[in-house]
Nanobody
Framework: QVQLEESGGGLVQAGGSLRLSCAAS????????MGWFRQAPGKEREFVAA????????SYADSVKGRFIISSDNAKSTVYLQMNSLKPEDTAVYYC???????????????WGQGTQVTVSS
C-alpha cells in the first residue's frame, strides 16, 4: 500500500507560481513512478507530469512543458510540482498518483491522493 497526500494548492494570479508537494508513505516506494494529474470542473482528469523517483525519466503534457517541473526528494519521500507562469486554464484540482511506469494514462496508476485545489485568477 502507498499513501499519498498533496499540499501547496491555493489562489494565485495569472503569471504567478506555486509549488505542490506530494508526501508519500508505504513500502517499496522506489519501485513506483509518480505522476501529477489535474481535473477541472466538468472535464476529465488529465495528465500533467510524471517521473521516476530517481528523476531518470520524466514526461510532461504539452500544455505545461517549459512551465512546470516535476522533481523528487527521496530522503523526504516527497514529489514536487513547480508551476510557473500560471494561466487561468491551469485552474483545477491537482492529484498525485503512484504507478509502476511513467505513463500518461490515469488508469495505469494504482494509488491516488485526495487532491489539492489550484485556482489561477486572470
Amino acid at each position: 500500500q502507498v499513501q499519498l497526500e498533496e499540499s501547496g494548492g491555493g489562489l494565485v494570479q495569472a503569471g504567478g507560481s506555486l509549488r505542490l508537494s506530494c508526501a508519500a508513505s508505504g513500502r517499496t516506494l522506489s519501485r513506483y513512478s509518480m505522476g501529477w494529474f489535474r481535473q477541472a470542473p466538468g472535464k476529465e482528469r488529465e495528465f500533467v507530469a510524471a517521473s521516476r523517483w530517481s528523476g531518470s525519466r520524466t514526461s510532461y503534457a504539452d500544455s505545461v512543458k517549459g512551465r512546470f517541473i516535476i522533481s523528487s526528494d527521496n530522503a523526504k519521500s516527497t514529489v514536487y510540482l513547480q508551476m510557473n507562469s500560471l494561466k487561468p486554464e491551469d485552474t483545477a484540482v491537482y492529484y498525485c498518483a503512484a504507478g509502476i511506469g511513467v505513463d500518461t494514462r490515469a488508469r495505469e496508476y494504482d494509488y491516488w491522493g485526495q487532491g489539492t485545489q489550484v485556482t489561477v485568477s486572470s
